[in-house]
């Protein structure tokens, strides 16, 4: 035995905590390696490849935010041509009034018969579909033309000449 070995010997019956601390200073460096081993491994082959991810996901989110500002511009276009229809069609009517109220014998009285069918025709268009007093004729399923008789079936009858 040494004189090392000795005085360990000796510490060991003086102190047993001195028995752990040997242990830990005999497998100190190897845990020191194993924790520096750990760490090159991280940096040298899985840093780099969370560093590629973030950098393909901060492309792809790029890409994302572009093609997000390209749909709000191309719906604020769609918003503004719309808006400038709506606006011609409300030029065109209010001209179209203009001349209906101005035309020649525009405060002379008008038939009911040829209101009446002019109402009918406006009815089963598209534009006028929602106004209340056409309401009534689309729930007849009436057309225009003379109505045709009904005898009480209630299965309409198509004449055909329509």
């Not at 011609?88 to 001209?95: L, Y």
């Not at 209906?100 to 534009?127: E, F, M």
């Amino acid at each position: 035995m040494s004189i090392g070995d000795d005085a360990e010997a000796v510490l060991h019956r003086i102190a047993p905590q001195s028995r752990l601390a040997s242990l830990v200073a005999k497998f100190l460096p190897y845990l020191l390696i194993a924790i520096l081993g750990g760490v090159l491994i991280w940096w040298l082959f899985i840093r780099p490849a969370q560093l590629a991810r973030e950098g393909e996901q901060a492309k792809m989110d790029s890409a994302i935010q572009s093609g997000a500002t390209k749909a709000a511009t191309g719906a604020l276009k769609i918003a503004v041509d719309v808006q400038g229809q709506r606006a011609a069609i409300d030029a065109q009517t209010r001209s179209n009034q203009d001349a209906i109220l101005s035309a020649a014998g525009a405060g002379a009285p008008v038939d009911p018969a040829v209101y009446s069918a002019l109402h009918d025709a406006l009815c089963l268009r598209a534009a006028y579909q929602s106004e209340p007093d056409c309401a009534a004729m689309r729930a007849i399923g009436r057309g225009i033309g003379p109505a045709t008789a009904d005898a009480g079936s209630g299965a309409a009858v198509d004449t055909g000449d329509r």
